[in-house]
């Protein structure tokens, strides 16, 4: 059987598009682009080039665009760059139990050097109450974040909502937009936030890329310490090539959000499993407000892993662990009150650009003959 790709959540191949972006660059336009002479200025304007397309997507000024080295640096420039640069006043956050750990880590770090930290529950679909937001307001809180959409389960979080909170009560707001950046409309201000993070390659650009919006006025410690790169929030000489393909591949997103094929790949596929084991199967996320690629089920009763070890040519993700012959539900589904039968079964299938009908149809296939 050929193998199927149903995991684009955790990685995309690089598109065309992105490696011809990032070819000319690979044979020349070498110089710095901090360097005033003639060899930094093809690099120079790459970069500026690159950042504009970036900001382009996300609807706000080139300048408040900061290239980092993926979504896990840009969540953690965000939270310690604005606790660090507010050392010594405000120090409660806001988050949500089924955060990223690129922003549960940070926030377990944080409240090492003093930082309070407050996580709102969510509920069965993984959607989280704006007025549990609101009554986890503090007279220190200085940051809410909350994800735009579950790497897991796909569920888009309400944050227009919970940005006019943020706003009325005079505290900053991040999402960390990693799996909705290039699938949905993320556009800044009809977000309501004042940082997002994105990660590349969750968008058909390279590992090692990614980038933090941070509106203009909101000022951070920077991680990194040297000269003043990327405005003086990153130090470090930018990785042009890298940029370049971030920049491509928000261009080449644009015009694709919503993802009309991919969600009717992704019904498709869900129909389908449905006829094929009944009440055998349950959908974890929001039927609805969920990204158009990502398919969550729980095969009642089953092992995930076991049924993944399986179909060896079908690449998807689990939603429990194993250790030792006892299974763990990600804390995501536990935080969803996912029962343990339930979740242990738990399977996320993201589908993608490449994903065809053929595919589907074969991945139900190899999935009956596992499960028979």
Not at 311 to 328: D, L, M
Request: proline share 5%; glycine share 10%; with cysteine.
């Amino acid at each position: 059987m050929t193998p199927i790709y149903l995991d684009y959540n955790a990685s995309t191949p690089i598109a065309p598009e992105v490696v011809a972006a990032m070819e000319p660059l690979l044979r020349g336009s070498f110089g710095n682009p901090s360097s005033g002479h003639w060899a930094g200025a093809p690099a120079k304007a790459a970069l500026a080039a690159a950042r504009s397309q970036v900001a382009a997507l996300l609807g706000c000024g080139a300048e408040e665009v900061v290239f980092t080295s993926g979504g896990s640096e840009a969540n953690n420039l965000a939270l310690k760059g604005l606790f660090f640069r507010r050392q010594g006043g405000p120090s409660h956050i806001i988050a949500t139990e089924i955060e990223h750990p690129a922003i549960l880590a940070p926030c377990r770090f944080l409240e090492s050097l003093g930082a309070r930290v407050t996580l709102v529950p969510v509920d069965g679909a993984g959607l989280v109450d704006p007025d549990d937001i609101r009554k986890a307001l503090r007279n220190d809180t200085f940051l809410i974040s909350v994800m735009h959409a579950n790497n897991e389960v796909g569920t888009i979080q309400p944050l227009a909502e919970i940005g006019k909170i943020a706003r009325d009560h005079g505290v900053l707001f991040h999402t960390d937009a990693a799996q909705s950046v290039g699938k949905i409309a993320t556009r800044v201000d009809e977000l309501g936030v004042d940082l997002l993070s994105v990660a590349g390659h969750k968008l058909y650009a390279p590992k090692g890329v990614g980038a933090l919006y941070i509106r203009r006025g909101v000022e951070i410690e920077p991680l990194i310490h040297g000269a003043a790169h990327e405005n003086g929030r990153r130090a470090g000489t930018e990785s042009v090539l890298l940029a370049a393909a971030l920049g491509k591949a928000c261009e080449i997103a644009a015009p694709m959000l919503a993802m009309p094929e991919v969600r009717h790949l992704r019904d498709l596929f869900w129909d389908r499993l449905k006829s094929a084991f009944g009440a055998g199967i349950v959908l974890n996320g929001h039927p609805e407000l969920r990204l158009p690629n990502t398919l969550n089920v729980s095969f009642v009763g089953r092992v995930s892993a076991d049924i993944l070890a399986r179909i060896p040519q079908v690449a998807a993700s689990t939603g429990s662990a194993c250790h030792s012959g006892a299974v763990t539900l990600s804390p995501v589904l536990a935080a969803m009150g996912v029962s343990r039968n339930v979740g242990m079964g738990a399977i996320r299938f993201s589908l993608g650009r490449g994903t065809t009908d053929a595919e589907i149809d074969a991945a139900v296939a190899a999935l009956a003959r596992a499960l028979s």
